[in-house]
């Protein structure tokens, strides 16, 4: 959009349209005046073969006729490049014009599109903080391990059952904290639950082995750890008290029968 000329500019370009223009009179004005006075000096009457003979006898009249049409071009030279230098400061301001529309513009998506990724980002933000309260709540062991088996990542259970942080726990192999576990589960089909007795520190766990994708090609492992130690024991006092009614039995001195619905001896 090309901006009117302001008060002070249209000022300016008066002024010098008006002395490009005196001097186009002063420039017509000088063969004249020189002639006229010379018709005078020489007192010839006034008329136009007058004004045509000392034009023709007075070489010095050639010389300021010369003279006024050379400044009579300068003036019309100047009028001419000034005309030029007004166009093209009026393109130059439209360019300009343009050109801040076009910034502004961009300043306009800059700033949609900066808005839009913050929002992006606090959601993903939320998402990941939502994700790790999820994580951290479960009471399971949840250890997550690269491609070479270095763990990357674990939930608070994993800190609280093994007595230790995550700066002791991170980058360190899986098989240094729970020996024994990568070879069953890689031998195994890969979501099959199995018991795999741990260090005597952490009891016995029923562990899960799921891959996950990390970058590429490369894929990691979670491994689940489920606390099965209250089971093993309430496992291991059913068989005591198995094996204590079974000596009560087998060494009772009264005869003891157990009968089927049929009548028939099962046991004595």
Not at 214 to 228: M, N, R, S
Request: one cysteine or more; aromatic letters at 8%; hydrophobic letters at 40%.
């Amino acid at each position: 959009m090309t901006k009117p000329p302001t008060q002070g500019n249209a000022f300016v370009s008066l002024r010098k349209y008006w002395l490009y223009g005196l001097g186009i009179l002063s420039g017509l004005a000088l063969p004249v005046i020189s002639t006229l006075v010379e018709v005078s000096i020489r007192n010839y009457p006034l008329n136009l073969r007058s004004l045509l003979q000392v034009q023709i006898q007075n070489q010095l009249l050639w010389i300021i006729d010369l003279a006024a049409w050379v400044w009579m071009i300068f003036m019309v030279g100047g009028i001419l490049r000034e005309n030029a230098h007004q166009q093209r400061g009026e393109e130059l301001q439209e360019q300009l014009a343009q050109r801040i529309a076009e910034l502004y513009n961009l300043n306009e998506i800059s700033q949609r599109e900066i808005r839009v990724r913050h929002r992006a980002e606090a959601k993903i933000t939320r998402a990941k903080r939502e994700w790790e309260v999820t994580f951290d709540a479960i009471s399971d062991l949840i250890i997550l391990v690269d491609a070479s088996g270095t763990i990357i990542r674990c939930n608070q259970a994993t800190i609280q059952k093994l007595e230790t942080t995550y700066q002791n726990i991170l980058n360190r192999s899986i098989e240094e904290v729970f020996p024994g576990v990568v070879e069953p589960i890689q031998k195994r089909v890969i979501n099959q639950n199995q018991v795999i007795p741990m260090p005597s520190q952490f009891g016995w766990f029923e562990v899960s082995g799921f891959p996950f994708p990390i970058t590429g090609e490369q894929q990691g492992t979670i491994y689940i750890f489920h606390d099965i130690n209250q089971r093993k024991r309430d496992e291991a006092e059913i068989q005591r008290q198995k094996q204590y009614f079974e000596a009560i039995f087998q060494n009772s001195p009264v005869a003891i029968v157990t009968l089927d619905l049929k009548g028939s001896i099962v046991t004595c």
